[in-house]
């Protein structure tokens, strides 16, 4: 499959943990739309007749843009490559922006799918990441968007200052309860140079360890499991049939094509594959959005094998064991070692030679790949 990714760089103020390419000045919206269309022209040749199963618009915060916007986008997109029939549109919207108009305008433009950041159900919590909407936000526009939408996708986080398991086990119960299609639990991480950080580190706040974050994450599982999701990436759960597609397809290492500053690329050329980037600047993207990739490289044969063990294991179709073998050098003893170390702890599991990490294991998903790629 094949996919687009647009990075709409703007947001009404940072959130404390968050270290995202944006500008929160809103002035330069529209002459954003311009560069994204010049620099749509200047990479059609890229996708020019293909046909496209998913569109992203990620961020940053897609939803306080004008839907017009987005849908001229589209529009141009649609002149160049075909739109496949059953292709999943997304777009990515924060509680705070969304109204009975917005939803509607939404639907009209295309979008199929709508994942709200909603983070939590309670007040408290969201002050403590630093969120714009309040409690009341999430439950309103989540019942609404599913009043609207047949997709609905939220984003809950785990680890915020102060958060216990009652707490969490609140905000896992209410996104139940509303029945989203696909939920996204994300461990607060600590990214450097974010305020969060600073904070952190000034000692003026105090983060949930380890083992209760570990414990979240669990209490995650079980619940959203026992309510008939199915966990399908380390990060993901979703009702029978309601996966994204477009994070599926760039685990499986699919391609896509990205637009917007900062946004990625992942294209395949015969037996070429290459990433690349654009610039982490708004004003050099305005300036020269047909130049906008600042980053190329053609991966070597030891970095696609790295990528696919890193890539296969946080989903659960897993890795055949050939494969890996094939990747590491021959007769390679510590790789049955490793394996059966990590089955005892039951974080692995091998079935018809299909390496697939256990719930327990999707916890240490990074670790596990570095010790199977690196020994
Ligand atoms: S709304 Fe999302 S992209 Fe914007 S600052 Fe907050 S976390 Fe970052």
Redesign the pocket.
């Known amino acids: 499959m094949f996919s687009l990714y647009v990075h709409i760089p703007f947001?009404?103020?940072?959130?404390l943990?968050?270290?995202?390419f944006?500008v929160?000045r809103l002035d330069h919206v529209e002459r954003f739309f311009d560069a994204l269309a010049g620099e749509t022209r200047a990479k059609a040749p890229l996708f020019a007749g293909k046909e496209i199963g998913a569109i992203h618009f990620g961020?940053?915060?897609p939803s306080l843009v004008p839907v017009s916007l987005i849908s001229n986008w589209l529009s141009q997109v649609a002149g160049t490559a075909s739109l496949a029939e059953e292709i999943e549109i997304t777009l990515?919207a924060?509680p705070e922006d969304l109204s009975q108009v917005k939803f509607d305008e939404l639907r009209q433009a295309g979008v199929n799918r709508l994942s709200i950041?909603v983070q939590s159900f309670t007040g408290r919590k969201l002050r403590a990441l630093?969120?714009?909407h309040s409690e009341v936000d999430s439950f309103r526009t989540v019942t609404m968007a599913m009043e609207r939408f047949g997709s609905v996708a939220i984003d809950l986080m785990c680890g915020a200052e102060g958060e216990t398991l009652e707490e969490w086990e609140g905000d896992l119960a209410h996104a139940i309860g509303l029945r989203p299609q696909h939920v996204s639990v994300y461990m607060l991480t600590l990214e450097e140079r974010t305020r969060l950080w600073r904070e952190v580190r000034r000692g003026v706040v105090d983060l949930p360890g380890e083992e209760i974050q570990a414990a979240m994450y669990r209490q995650a599982q079980a619940m959203l499991t026992v309510a008939g999701y199915r966990q399908y990436e380390v990060s993901n759960y979703a009702l029978d049939g309601y996966h994204s597609r477009y994070n599926l397809s760039s685990w499986k290492r699919e391609p896509y094509l990205g637009f917007g500053p900062s946004a990625h690329s992942f294209m395949v050329s015969g037996d070429e594959e290459v990433r690349f980037s654009n610039v982490c600047s708004l004003t050099r993207y305005l300036a020269d959005p047909a130049g906008s990739v600042d980053f190329r490289e053609v991966l070597s044969p030891e970095q696609r094998f790295d990528e696919e063990v890193f890539l296969s294991l946080r989903i659960n179709r897993g890795l055949p064991l050939s494969f890996l073998r094939s990747g590491r050098e021959a007769g390679d003893g510590n790789l049955d070692e490793a394996l059966s170390g990590f089955a005892e702890k039951g974080w692995v599991r091998i079935e018809d030679d299909i390496l697939t990490l256990t719930g327990e294991g999707f916890l240490f998903a990074d670790l596990i790949a570095a010790d199977l790629i690196h020994g």
């Open positions: 947001c009404r103020e940072r959130c943990y968050c270290d995202f944006l929160s961020g940053g915060t990515e924060n950041g630093g969120r714009a």
